[in-house]
Each structure stands twice: as C-alpha cells, then as structure tokens.
C-alpha cells in the first residue's frame, strides 16, 4: 500500500504519550498521516524485561491509536539491523571498557536513516517522530537543530549525528510544548491510557536493567569475543599498586564508587579502564576532574559552522542528564575538535558522547575517546 502526497507524513508510533500526539497534531495540521512502529526485540531478547519501547505490547497501543484516529499503521520488522547497528555494539563497547549510550544509536542509525528510507518507500515525504526538540531553517536553506521550548524535556543530546539531509525529511510536532500539554492534548483527544502513560526511562532491550547479565549473555553469540573480556583482573591505584580485583570490566564504568570491593579512608572512584591489560585503575575525587578531551569524529549539524566553532560562544553536555558546561571549542589541524571547559568537570566518560551548543542551537557532537 504506497500513499503518495506530498503532504504524507510517516509517524515512528512508539505506543507512548509524545508519538500518539505528534500523529494527532499531524492530523489536525492536514496531513495525509501514516503510523509506523518498529519491531526491533524478539521475545528472547527482551524475555524478562519490565518495560520497553518497542515491545509487542506498545506496538499493539499504538496500533490501537492509529485506528482510531483512521490513519494506516505499518510494523516494519527491523529486528536483525537493531541487534547488529545497536545491541552488538553496545556489547562490544562495555567489553572494550567504554560506557555508550545505545539510545543515540537507536536514534541515528534506525529512526532517522532505516526508518525514515522504509517511511519514504512508502510514499511519505516526512518521519515525525515525538522528540522534544526543534528544527529551523534559515532563508538560504539551512537547517539547524535547537532544544525544545521545555529545557526539562530536551532531547536535543540525542540528535546531535542528524544531517542536513536528515533535517529536511524530519518533523518534531511536540518539541514547541511541555509534557502537560502534550498530556493534555492526549486527554482531549479521548486517549485518557496514553495521556498518563510513564516515560520510558531505561534501556529497552535489558531486563530487569541486569546489564551484566545480558552482556554476558550476549557475548557468547558473538565471533571472535576473548574469554578474557569476562574474566577478573586487577584493580590498582594510580600508581600501578594492585589494591584489588574485579569481576570483569564489562561491570564498571568511570566515576563508580560501589561495589569495587576495597577498603579505603577516602571514597574511591573508578578513573579510568584498560580493557587491553584487563586492569581498572581507582583514585579518589580529584583523580576524576578534568577541564579538556578531544572529539575525533565530531559531525557539525551545519557544516560552516567548522570553520566558526572558535569564534563561539559554547557549552557542552557530556551525558543525556549532565548540565550545560561552559567551554570554548576548536577544530585542531587534524580535524578533531578540541573542548576546553572552563571549570574542571568530572567523570567524562569514554564511550559517552559529547553536544556542544552556541546557546538553544546545537553545533553537533561526538563520542568521548
């Protein structure tokens, strides 16, 4: 069933409060409206799991709000692309001794370029998604992405990889309102169970958020894992004294303070991890503040804004729920990007990414070394 219009607008229907109001606003805006909603965990992945956003059950709510808007509603079946692009990465990752952020992933790689490729084939000529964030264009044609109106609610930190190609094919309908609006509109609309639907908050693919089982777990499906990735090693302090053991690198992160197992007059804190000799290294504070990383493959959201950074005004968030840090910024003679923050800040986090912002305008952003 191919709708074509050039007011056909795809909506990624989640089964939760923000994609079901993105599709009404849609509607009401006179949009030709079609729901898709992707399945991306089977039963054995997710067996287990007490909440997801993309189970069978939110599949099936958002199947149920597309009937009775009267719009179509499509599953696209992008199981085995998410196992790949996402959850054997992020396997991958924690072995290796970094912490990432699945969600931006998730964002990047199957909303906005194998969802949005599925939403076109189907004769949409926009994805709109329940993101609270914005999208501008200037009178040359340039996009910028920008934080949402509710600064609470931003989820700009996870579109900081969108292109200007991405920008033009994507719609945002919630990202000018706050949650209550949102949850309003959901109410007067008549959808009273989605209005006062939680936010999903955790990773959606991890049960009971045991992250070291699952990641145990997986790697054994996974060619060419080391054993060794899973097996304990030793704990030392900054000066390369043995202090301890762990029990695999996979289940520590930098800036941890339980569970490391050591007696110590001051908290001790995870700083830093090598997976290459299977060593965690530990100190205290101070250990984990720095005022400086280097971004190797930062993506600019408008690429002229390369030859400016210097000149800007910035600040950075170094997680989803990290503030804005001020900082100046750089492009380097390699083309790395350079932040320096002014004021130490602490526990940056490899495998994390990075956003820089001039202001509400997101600049773009990379994964921490």
């Known amino acids: 069933m191919l709708i074509k219009s050039n007011k056909t607008v795809a909506v990624a229907m989640s089964g939760g409060v923000d994609s079901s109001v993105s599709a009404i606003i849609l509607k009401n805006r006179g949009y030709s409206v079609i729901g898709v909603s992707m399945h991306l965990i089977s039963g054995n992945v997710a067996s287990g799991a007490l909440k997801t956003c993309c189970s069978i059950d939110d599949i099936i709510s958002a199947k149920r709000v597309c009937v009775k808007l009267g719009i179509p509603h499509f ?47 189907l004769g949409a000529k926009f994805l709109a998604t329940g993101h609270y964030a914005r999208i501008t264009k200037n009178t040359s044609g340039l996009y910028f992405l920008l934080k949402s109106k509710d600064l609470t609610k931003d989820q700009s930190y996870v579109l900081y990889d969108l292109s200007q190609e991405n920008l033009k094919s994507i719609i945002f309908p919630v990202g000018n309102m706050n949650k209550r609006q949102t949850r309003q509109i959901a109410s007067d609309a008549g959808f009273a169970e989605i209005s006062g639907k939680k936010d999903s ?39 390369g004294e043995i202090i301890g053991e762990h029990n695999g690198i996979f289940n520590y992160t930098v800036g941890q303070r339980k569970r490391l197992g050591i007696s110590s007059k001051n908290p001790l804190y995870v700083v830093k991890i090598s997976a290459e000799n299977n060593e965690i290294f530990a100190g205290n504070l101070e250990d984990c503040l720095s005022d400086a990383l280097t971004v190797k493959n930062f993506n600019f959201i408008n690429p002229g804004d390369k030859n400016i950074l210097h000149e800007m005004k910035t600040t950075a968030k170094i997680r989803y729920s990290s503030p804005d840090y001020k900082c100046s910024a750089f492009v380097s003679e390699g083309g ?34």
């Open 75 to 121: 599953v696209i079946n992008l199981e085995n692309e998410f196992k790949t692009a996402v959850i054997d990465r992020f396997v991958l990752e924690y072995l290796g001794g970094k912490t990432p952020n699945p969600c931006i992933l998730c964002n990047c790689v199957m909303k906005f370029d194998l969802l949005l490729k599925r939403a076109k084939e």
């Open 201 to 239: 908050v955790e990773i959606c693919f991890i049960p009971n958020k045991d992250y070291a089982g699952f990641i145990k777990k997986q790697s054994s499906e996974l060619p060419d894992i080391s054993n060794g990735c899973l097996k304990k090693g030793f704990i030392k302090n900054l000066k």
């Open 336 to 369: 790395s990007v350079k932040i320096k923050f002014d004021e130490k800040v602490k526990f940056i986090t490899p495998g994390q990414s990075i956003v820089v912002y001039s202001g509400i305008k997101v600049i773009g952003g990379g994964i921490i070394e």
